[in-house]
């Protein structure tokens, strides 16, 4: 872009230099080509731009384009016909330029500056006197010999001029010389009126209408200004806070009166006393020289007067600019202090209230959600849904916790959608996530609740990984006026019972499970005392041989007496089981079966069966555990029977590892193991040849109640089992024998151990020595 700047001031002031110095037609049209060359920037720009350039500025180009051609026609006017006659038609497009300029200059200047309007009428005020004193009032006495026609067109030019003058001044004193390409149309402006005023005073003399070398070099100088001010300009991008302070900068540049203003104001009072002066040849008017001068001097004072005050007040306008602009920047920073509290205070609210990570409502606003509902005043039935992913610790164990969020975030947006807009979702923590439904019948609640387990279970695809979940759901129904902790409650207490039942079900909130649950926590904490407190004691039940009814063991079974009476084995066994206590507990009850057994292992060599549970065997240590109570208490190996139900195996059977490697060590000592309540489990009978067993126990469910019904499916099971167990060389006992038809109808099936009511019940240490004495007389010393 310097080239081109270069290239045209290079071109320009060659063409003028060219065409000062040479004379006739090849002068004329070296001007002509100069003009052309000059101005060619604001033609391309005019043609390129017409649709986006601003509307001021492209009424001032069309003005200079429209002169442009008026001087082309004029000059090869003049080429073909030696002289131009005036008027000529090439006035039209002269006095069209001026219509064209001064309506953009107008339009330029806008609506605002009234002071810079003022201004400019001040000062072309002054310069009136001038034309009129050096080119109106002269051309009147010397009028051209085109007649009166000739000479009102001739003083139109001067006269508009003056406008075009007014009109530069206004834009000037509005501001537009801080743009570069402004001060540029601006300077041409200037020299196209002073090379105009120079071609009217010669004309004013009374000397013939022609062009002189100075009119020709100023007409070629403002093209060549705008050429200049056309060209494209390399403008800096402003850094941000430099445009925030020219947006902050008040717009009064046109309302101060700065010091070249005022000179201008000084110039324009004393340009008509000053050309007085130079006309003082003038006869008549010596008189009028005093009062001129005091004129002109009285105007002078005035304006510097003036000038003193608009300093004052400008002064005081900067100070209160300076003030505004501090507030301005002090409520700035005040108000971007409040929006970043704000943010800052909804976002810890947010935090609050929702999931980081699945952006879910957490459990507190869950609860203000349902308290909103629930404490309505119009009546209305609403539904809590508590959704639990089942083993979801596997994926975890598998993956890593962070695919587990990943998992959680995509059975969100599951969720998300299968939830209506109104209801509440909420993660209350882990893989467990809550559903609140407002105003919703029963019927279609249940059918919610089972639409999400099935959709649920359908296989996920998260992170290129297929997953395949399955959940457990608690419904809890609920009318108006409920309590949300309540309802809470009561939703956990049916999803426990969804996962105590299997789980992938849905459970629906009753009474009963509240009541169980209030029991299931009083007998939690009156187990935790019971060792401490001597409640717990072991009573025994025998198992004898078939038919001489001889005992062989004796199996160990717990008992519990608190001080409000016995409880039943059924009611505190699981809950001992679910709580963790069954471990100390089932230690306790290992010791001091093994003192009672060891007496009775000495004198009749009989063995002691002890129930273990599958909370027992996961824990670290259990088999040193057994070692060590067999040292310390002086039993056999070979006399300990530890008895696990079926149901352990086939409920944990992807865990079943270290149970059955615990097992095996036991077993290298002498342990045997029996499995107890055999065929509940719904295993495989082909399934014990998996298992480290010794001994099978039948149900008493499979032990036949009528001996007369031969061909009864359970005596065939039986028959089935004792089979099995034959050719696996594992004994069997039978359970639940109270009559002496059933140990007969055992006995025929070739069952050789039983156990029931009919032989002995269970009882303490001496009970079991009556009973020693009663069916073992042979054997007792």
Known sequence: MHTTRWVLLTAGAAGIAASAVTDGRLGR????????????????????????????????????????????????????????????????????????????????????ARTALLDASIIAAGLALVDWMMLLHPYLHHADPGGPGATTLALLYPVCDLVLFAAGVRVLFAGAMRDPANRLVLLALGLLLAANFIFFAHAATGATRSVALLDNVLWLLSYLALGL?????????????????????????????????????????????????????????????????????LSLLLVLRLGGLARVAQRRSGELDAHAGELERRGRELSDALVEREALEHQLRHGALHDPTTGLANRALLTQRMEWALTRAEQGRHALILLDLDRFTDVNDAHGHAFGDEVLVAVTALLRQLAA?????????????????????????????????????????????????????????????????????????????????????????????????????????????????????????????LPSARIVAVE????????????????????????????????????????????????????????????????????????????????????????????????????????????????????????????????????????????????????????????????????????????????AIAEGIETQEQARLLHDLGCRLAQGYHFAKPGPVAHVEAAFLRLNPALTP
């Not at 809890?476 to 105590?500: G, I, M, N, S």
């Open 29 to 112: 049209v070296i001007w002509l080509l100069t003009a052309l060359v000059c101005a060619s920037p604001l033609l391309a720009r005019m043609w390129r731009e017409r649709a986006r350039a601003r509307g001021p500025w492209r009424l001032v180009a069309a003005g200079f384009a429209v002169r442009l051609g008026a001087d082309l026609a004029w000059g090869a006017e003049g080429l073909s016909k030696g002289t131009v006659p005036f008027p000529s038609w090439n006035d039209i497009g002269y006095l069209a330029s001026y219509g064209l300029l001064i309506a953009g200059l107008i339009r330029a200047a806008g609506g605002r």
């Open 229 to 297: 001010a056309a060209l494209p300009r390399h403008r800096p991008e402003k850094q941000p806070q430099e445009r925030q302070t020219q947006e902050r900068r008040p717009q009064v540049d046109a309302e101060v009166a700065s010091h070249p203003r005022i000179l201008m104001f000084a110039g324009a009072a004393v340009i008509g006393p000053v050309a007085f002066v130079v006309q003082r040849g003038t006869a008549g008017n010596d008189h009028l020289y005093v009062p001129a001068l005091l004129s002109a001097a």
């Open 421 to 545: 807009p109104s209801d509440t979702l909420a993660r209350l923590g882990g893989d467990e996530f809550a559903l609140f439904v407002e105003d919703v019948e029963q019927l279609r609640a249940a059918h919610l609740a089972e639409h999400l387990r099935a959709e649920l279970k359908a296989p996920l695809t998260v992170g290129g990984r297929t997953v395949h979940l399955t959940a457990s759901l608690g419904l809890v129904h609920l009318a108006a006026k409920a309590a949300p902790r309540d309802a809470v409650a009561d939703a956990e207490l049916a999803l426990r019972a969804a996962k105590r039942s299997g789980r992938d079900r849905v459970s629906v909130y009753r009474p009963e499970l509240r009541t169980a649950r209030e029991t299931f926590t009083r007998i939690s904490a009156g187990l935790r005392h019971a060792i401490d407190r001597g409640e717990l004691a072991v009573h025994y039940q025998p198992v004898v041989e």
């Open 556 to 731: 160990a079974l717990l008992r519990w007496t608190p001080a409000g009476g016995p409880v039943p084995p059924l009611d505190f066994i699981p809950v001992a089981e679910e709580t963790g206590m069954i471990v100390p507990i089932g230690a306790w009850v290992l010791d001091q079966a093994c003192r009672d057994a060891k007496a009775w292992h000495d004198r009749h060599g009989a063995s002691l069966t002890v129930n273990v549970s599958v909370r027992q065997l996961a824990e670290p240590g259990f088999a040193e555990q057994v070692l060590r109570t067999l040292a310390r208490t002086g039993l056999p190996a070979s006399a300990l029977v530890l008895e696990i139900t079926e149901s352990v195996f086939v409920g944990v059977a992807d865990d079943a590892a270290p149970l059955l490697a615990a097992l095996d060590g036991l077993r290298e000592h002498g342990i045997r193991v029996a499995i107890d309540d055999f065929g509940t489990g719904y295993s495989s009978l082909s399934y014990l040849t998996q298992l480290p067993v010794d001994i099978l126990k039948i149900d008493r469910s499979f032990v036949p109640a009528d001996p007369a019904d031969a061909a009864g499916g359970d005596h065939a099971f039986t028959r089935a089992v004792l089979q099995l167990g034959t050719s696996r060389q594992l004994p």
